[in-house]
């Protein structure tokens, strides 16, 4: 079983920032891959940023350097800084863990990401 928490989420100005982490804990499966998902209002779920064991990243289109991502993998710890935060940023941030082979997986709440003035 894995638990996955994630924390950090609150409201900011536009062009601010924030530091989104998600904490997996428990020993169902082995963590390859961690990755931040969110949803908008009215839109679908889509990838912010993922991260893998063996140090792989990948970014959604609409980052454009403004996001970086980190993780330990010792402790399934995983971090989003997040800057230049924009109000079409604000939604529901979600955090994925995967392993491997993608047949096993968690999610967490999600962290409320909201940016207005």
């Known amino acids: 079983q894995v638990r996955v928490v994630e924390s950090g989420g609150g409201l900011v100005q536009p062009g601010g920032s924030l530091r989104l982490s998600c904490a997996a804990s428990?020993?169902?499966?082995?963590?390859?891959?961690m990755a931040w998902y969110r949803e908008a209002l009215g839109r679908e779920r889509e990838l912010v940023a993922r991260?893998?064991?063996?140090?792989?990243?990948d970014f959604g289109d609409f980052v454009k350097d403004r996001f970086t991502i980190s993780r330990d993998n010792a402790k399934n710890l995983m971090s989003l800084e997040m800057n230049n935060l924009q109000p079409e940023d604000t939604a529901v941030y979600l955090c994925?863990?995967?392993?491997?082979?993608?047949?096993?997986?968690?999610w967490g709440q999600g962290t409320q990401v909201t940016v207005s003035a």
């Open positions: 428990g020993s169902g499966f082995a963590i390859y891959a």
């Open positions: 991260i893998t064991s063996d140090g792989r990243k």
């Open positions: 994925s863990v995967t392993s491997i082979r993608g047949t096993l997986g968690a």
